[in-house]
Structures are given as C-alpha cells and as structure tokens.
C-alpha cells in the first residue's frame, strides 16, 4: 500500500496490523512478499531508510573480540557496526549474491559434531530452496544443476569414496553488491500490494509482553528525530539479524528480567560466523595453495569476478564422520606464480604432475581459501553492554566471538583429509603452510551472524521452536539466521529466504491466511 | 648408485611412463630422459626436497629405497607401481609435509633417493 516515514506521523501514533514485522531486511521483505495481496494487513518496521545513512548505521556500533586457543585475542570493535547495513533492504544491500543451499549433513545430528541436528531435514527444505531459488532467479539447486552439467567445464576427478565433492554456488542479480537497479525493484515492489505498508525510520526498541510474559502485547517505536510512537498486531516476526534479534530481544526486559525468550539463558548464545583462511605466499614462504595436475581449464571453481556461478569443493557427510569434523571447503582463485612458486615448489610439482598421469603444461598453481565450520559453543555470545547506550536509549551490543579447540581441530583435519583425496585421486596436491597459532590473524570473517537464537524443539535447547516461534511466547516468531542451530559453510542468505518461505506457510495457516 | 645408474634410473621411469601409454609422455622422446621425465626439474631444489624427507628418519641408503620403490626392478610396471603406492599413501595418512605441501610418503622417498644420490 505504501511507504510511510515515521518520522512524519503525529508524535505517539498506533501503528495497528495483523502482523507486525520488525526489520525490513531480506528475511522480512521475503516474509512480506509471501504474504502481499492476501487477506492480512501487514506492517513492516525498519530502522532505516532507502539510502545507507552513518546516523542510522552509527546504532550499530558495539565491541568485539574474537577469542580461540593458541591464539591471541583478535580485537574486532569495528566489526558490528561494518558487517551490516541498517536500511530498507538490510545487508542485502552489501550483499554480493551469492547463493547455495546448506548441505543434507548441515541438518543432520553428527554424533561428531557438538549441538549439531536441525529439526527439519534438507529434504524436507528442498520445496522452500526451490521457491527462493525462483525468488531470486537463479537455477535450483539438485534439480537443476545447471553448473554441473556444462560440458566446457569439468569438475576434478575426485574419487567419491574419499568425500569431497564439486559444490556449485550461483550468484543473483537482486542484490545491492550485483545490480541495484534490480535490487531496489525487489526490495520495494511488494508494498505496492493493498495489505502492505513499510514504516521507514521506525526503531523498535522495545518488545512488550503482556503481564503474565507470554503474549507480544506491542511494541515500541523511536525514531532519531524524537518521535515516539507504538505498533501491534495479532502476531509478529523479529527479523533484524543475528546480532540485532539478540539485542532487542534482551532489552526487552519488562516482564521477564532475562529478556524476552531467555528463560534458559540462551538467548545470544551459540554466535557462529564464516570466515575464511588463507595466506599469501612470498620469496620466503608459501602461500595456501592448490597444485592441479591437469592442464584442462578451471573455469568450474574460479570466479575471477567475484560474481560468476563456480564450484568450491567441500566434504560431505561420510569424510566429516571419517574424519570427526564439520563442514569445510575449498575455494580456488587464480594465483600469479611468479610471486609464490620457490624452487622446491617446482619440483615437487613436477613429480606430482608425472605420478599424477603427466601432462605436457606441468600442471596448474592456484591460490585458495580453506573455510570450516563454526560449531556452536555457549561462550560465543552477544550480550548487552548496559554501560553504553545508544542514541535511542537501547544498550549497544558485546560480542565474544570465540572458538574452541574442537574447531582448530576440524579445520585442521580437514585440511589434511582434504590434501589426501586430491593426492589419493592423483588430481594433484594441496599446500596449507598455515600454524595453528596464526589462524586467528589470518583469518577473514565474512558478515554472516547466525545461531544466537537457534531452533529445537526443546526450550532447555533452543529459543525457537522448529515452526520458528519463540519458546514461551504465544505470537512472537524469529526469522533470519539467528535460528540456524548450525552454520554449515553456505552464504546464509538462501537458506534464510527458504525458511522464511516455510514461515510464511505456517503464519497463513496459524492466522486463517490460506482459506 | 653411481651417476650413470641414477640416469639410468631415470631413464627407466621415462620408459615406463612411455609404456603406460600416457598422452603427453609417450609422445616425447628422451635425448635427455632426466629433462623429460620431470621436465625442467632443478635437481637442486629436488635434493632439499629429499634431505627433509630424510631427516627425522631412521637412516636408509639408496639401495634400501631403491628396492622399496622399484621392488621388481624398473619395470614397465614401476610407475603404475609408484601411482598406486602414492593413492594408497594418501588413504593411509602416510603422509610428508613439506613447506606446507602435502605429499605422499612414496613422493618423500622418491625425493630422498634423489637426495642420497646427490650426496
């Protein structure tokens, strides 16, 4: 129906809708695009406006460390307020598009993997994959596999029995990193819809429950020029990101003293990037590195653009169980040999090319990045900061991104398994020059903020049940990818958009939407 | 292994890849069948290569290595052989890491042979 900025409504306005989303990201305009043109009225609340703005972004700002073993601690302050964008659109706009599915083993219960286990299986998300997939106009993934198919374009010959296997990634357009004309049709043309209304400029900063804590009875809206007003609904969907679902959700602590959702002190637990390792080489020292035997073109993994449909290779199930770890993979990139090939390098090249079935070129040196994933760890939280407030009153976040050991372990075995099933398939050999003890200062982190909130059926165990709704409270649901109990290695994005579809099923049934 | 076995040694494995019928070995002809085997390998940076195999090891000489890497003797079979143990080294974690680089424990010796011969 319309864009309203808050800040030109009548100060203490009643913003009043079937259902209230909080945060106009892609999880909420995803949610709002489900559910345009149905029977009910719809109010999305976001914090900014059309454009990136530093006030509006400022309301980011908190601290960070990140902390792991045999590491020192790695101070990252800039990091809450830079790994994501406070507009219409959320970190979308920086988004570059990339897209893949979370692996079948991402949902399943390893016995290997700490926490690990979805209540819903990549089966059973396959349907919402492909909705989002068709959302966002890219092929579906294990349907269509367009990727995999091109015959200009070979995958390595690994052998399946080793467990590492060519992962395709796509790019879409709708992105603010790929295309903004097209991003900005996708993230405003569903308030064109008669029951849609977004509210730019609307903060909330508070989620209150009704006396006895277990109904939403509303919320409260600030806006930076002073304006206050409130907003509620039948049902509503928090939907601000990993970090910022925490911060409102703790804050929000009216009834219970916890914060909404908190009564087992999980909410803000169980924080789980991505990030990415690699090093660079020099005349001294290697760089992590790839060693193709073939002289056939890579184009299936290399993506010198940055936005072209590639493969990374990745371990499946049967090679994290066989080496007791978690999701890991490869990507290449293009290297210039010239500035990392030393003397020992060439040969030992040389003869891994020869045993490896000859070529006449000597093979290919690409330069690559090892990623592994996160597993959840309690002491891997955002918390509230009550000593530092931000201009809305609203306490700025802490974050302590912290590893444990189990995660230096996997990625280390992971390398290891990974450089013997390129060996082992005589495909060439694999260069990890990297310490322990330097992994945390070569280390990459990507803007991906997932697991604070996550799901399980039981409430000692999650904070979202696994239709998403908040343990304990009757109409408050969470999307995005706090409720991921699991990072995988995937970009977020797609599975968000995939659950959101799932979500938004359930809301037009729970509210009588889908007669 | 005097210099003339190692050419030899040499030349043997470039026969048998010929034999083995790969493309972009069976073609070449070995005027000089070190330069072809390995193409252009710096004998040098290979012997470093092998002293770091060989160091940590209990000490082995070029026949002890010889005769694990080439137990029937330089056969058309010897690199099928080599191809087959480096797979094999590789599932069983026989492993040598050398500057970050993972190799199997067969491409250590083979290192190490070429090292003792360039004592």
Not at chain 1, 221 to 242: F, N
Not at chain 1, 378 to 393: E, N, Y
Not at chain 2, 87 to 99: E, I, M, N
Request: some cysteine; hydrophobic content about 40%; aromatic content about 6%.
């Amino acid at each position: 129906m319309a864009f309203i900025d808050a800040r030109t409504l009548p100060d203490a306005s009643r913003i009043q809708a079937d259902l209230l989303i909080i945060g106009g990201g892609l999880a909420g305009i995803t949610l709002a695009k489900e559910l345009a043109g149905g029977a009910l009225k719809v109010a999305i609340l976001e914090s900014g406006g059309r454009e990136l703005d530093m006030e509006i972004q400022g309301l980011y700002a908190g601290s960070a460390m990140v902390r792991a073993p045999d590491n020192p601690d790695k101070p990252f302050d800039d990091y809450p307020a830079q790994s994501r964008a406070r507009v219409l659109g959320g970190s979308g706009m920086i988004w570059g598009g990339k897209c893949a599915p979370l692996d079948p083993a991402d949902f399943a219960a390893r016995p290997w993997a700490p926490r690990s286990g979805w209540p819903v299986t990549r089966e059973q998300m396959q349907g919402f994959y492909d909705r989002a997939c068709d959302l966002l106009e890219i092929p579906r993934f294990d349907r269509d596999n367009t990727l995999l198919k091109d015959p200009t374009r070979t995958p390595l010959a690994l052998d399946a029995e080793d467990g590492f296997f060519s992962a395709p990634r796509a790019f879409t357009r709708y992105s603010g990193g790929s295309d903004k004309a097209a991003f900005d049709r996708f993230r405003t043309d569903f308030a064109d819809a008669a029951n849609i209304t977004v509210y730019l400029h609307a903060n909330v900063t508070q989620i209150r429950l009704n006396p006895t804590g277990d109904q939403v009875e509303g919320l409260d809206v600030a806006c930076l020029d002073g304006k206050r007003h409130t907003a509620s609904g039948k049902t509503y969907v928090l939907a601000v990101g990993g970090i910022e679902n925490v911060r409102l959700l703790l804050a929000s602590n009216g009834v219970h003293k916890a914060g909404v959702g908190n009564a087992h002190d999980l909410v803000g637990r169980f924080f789980q990037g991505h990030v990415t390792y690699s090093v660079d080489g020099d005349a001294e020292s290697e760089a992590s590195a790839v060693h193709v035997s073939r002289d056939a073109p890579m184009g299936l993994y290399l993506n010198p653009t940055r936005t072209s449909p590639h493969c990374v290779l990745a371990s499946g199930a049967p090679a994290q169980e066989r080496m007791g770890a978690g999701n890991f993979t490869v990507t290449l990139y293009a290297a210039d040999e010239t500035g990392i090939a030393q003397a020992d390098t060439k040969a030992l090249r040389q003869v891994a090319t020869t045993l490896d079935g000859g070529t006449s070129g000597g093979g290919q040196l690409l330069g690559c990045f090892a990623m592994s994933e996160h597993f959840p760890n309690p002491d891997s939280r955002v918390t509230l900061d009550a000593s530092a407030k931000d201009p809305l009153g609203m306490p700025r976040i802490r974050l302590e991104w912290t590893y444990g050991k189990t995660d230096w372990d996997s990625l280390e075995r992971s390398t290891a398994g990974f450089g013997d099933a390129l060996g082992a398939a005589g495909q060439g050999r694999f260069c990890w020059p990297i310490k322990r003890s330097q992994l945390l200062a070569i280390s990459s982190a990507s803007r991906h903020h997932m697991g604070t909130t996550r799901m399980n059926a039981d409430p000692k165990r999650g904070v979202v049940d696994p239709d998403l709704k908040v343990h304990g409270t009757g109409n408050l649901y969470v999307a995005g990818s706090s409720v991921f109990p699991t990072s995988g290695i995937a970009n977020p994005t797609l599975t968000i958009l995939a659950l959101v579809m799932r979500l938004a099923d359930h809301l037009k049934q729970e509210l009588g939407a889908d007669r | 292994m005097t210099a003339l076995a190692r050419r030899d040694l040499l030349a043997a494995l470039f026969v048998v890849t010929a034999s083995a019928g790969l493309p972009s070995l069976a073609a070449a002809v070995p005027s000089n069948p070190k330069a072809r085997l390995f193409g252009d390998l710096d004998l040098t940076a290979a012997a470093r290569v092998g002293e770091a195999w060989l160091a940590g090891r209990a000490p082995t000489t070029v026949t002890a290595l010889a005769a694990r890497l080439f137990p029937r003797g330089r056969e058309p079979e010897a690199l099928s052989a080599l191809r087959r143990a480096v797979a094999d080294d590789f599932r069983r974690g026989a492993v040598f890491v050398h500057r970050g680089w993972r190799l199997s424990d067969t491409e250590g010796a083979l290192f190490g042979l070429l090292a003792l011969e360039a004592r």
